[in-house]
């Protein structure tokens, strides 16, 4: 039996790093196949490997932000994967440097896989035999070449996703580490906590008067997490300040 913990099961561990798989994954996964039109349910066999696919696509980004923590002398040692993707647990050390490089490692292993995945598709696409108007002779051909036709759109999707400046995705927290470099570290999560409660708001009516529940959903998280950094950055803020005025508090 696998060991469970707060709702999560525990899948292995690498180089001191425990992945947790949360129950959510597996609901979403379920929905996905039983809902009509998705890629899911319309071929079961390419369904699952893209799925797991996508699986692993998310896993070893998420390895690339705790790997990259601990090489700056952080604190990294959990991954959970739940449906909105997954989360390294990373604590680096606090410097504008050390956060950026650990931020920026998760979007740099898609930014690697962009090669590989599309080497891949080349390679299916050479190897696997079609007739000369290029339809695969087999349906295990057809099957194979769409796999990874999926991972290819699936990892470029992600790295677009992630790079958006919004926090608190990747793309936001790189901004606000390079914001640190120059006007500290209070005042540049305050700034793209503020951008990202806003892109949040206006992207939950879009989702909203469109229908689009998954985008909604993403929104409301988005929004909880950047509302969440904004206060964070307040009270920061005002220990700052409190630093200022007390000379026997100095760092
Ligand atoms: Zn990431």
Not at 92 to 102: E, I, N, T, Y
Not at 118 to 147: D, K, M, Q, V
């Amino acid at each position: 039996m696998l060991e469970m913990r707060n709702g999560s099961w525990r899948l292995f561990q690498f180089r001191g790093i425990t992945v947790w798989l949360h129950w959510s994954w597996l609901v979403v996964a379920g929905i996905f196949f039983v809902l009509p039109g998705t890629i899911f349910s319309e071929n079961i066999f390419v369904g699952i490997f893209t799925y797991l696919g996508l699986f692993g696509i998310v896993l070893i980004h998420e390895f690339g932000h705790a790997l990259a923590c601990r090489s700056v002398g952080g604190k990294a040692d959990t991954i959970m994967l739940w449906p909105l993707g997954g989360i390294a647990f990373v604590q680096p050390p606090q410097r504008p440097g050390a956060v950026l490089w650990s931020i920026a490692a998760g979007p740099l292993v898609n930014v690697v896989l962009l090669p590989i995945l599309f080497g891949l598709y080349l390679l299916a696409a050479f190897l696997i035999p079609t007739t000369p108007e290029g339809i695969p002779t087999t349906i295990l051909g057809s099957n194979l070449i769409e796999i990874v036709y999926w991972l290819n759109s699936i990892n470029l999707v992600l790295l677009i996703f992630n790079m958006l400046p919004i926090y608190p995705l990747d793309g936001g927290q790189i901004l606000q580490a390079i914001l640190w470099f120059f006007i500290g570290r209070s005042r540049s999560l305050q700034i793209t906590s503020a951008i990202g409660l806003v892109c949040a708001i206006v992207g939950g009516i879009l989702a909203l008067m469109s229908g689009r529940t998954w985008l909604f959903i993403i929104a409301i998280f988005v929004g909880w997490q950047a509302y969440n950094g904004y206060r964070v950055s307040q009270i920061m803020a005002q220990q700052e300040n409190q630093y200022r005025f007390d000379p026997w508090n100095r760092r």
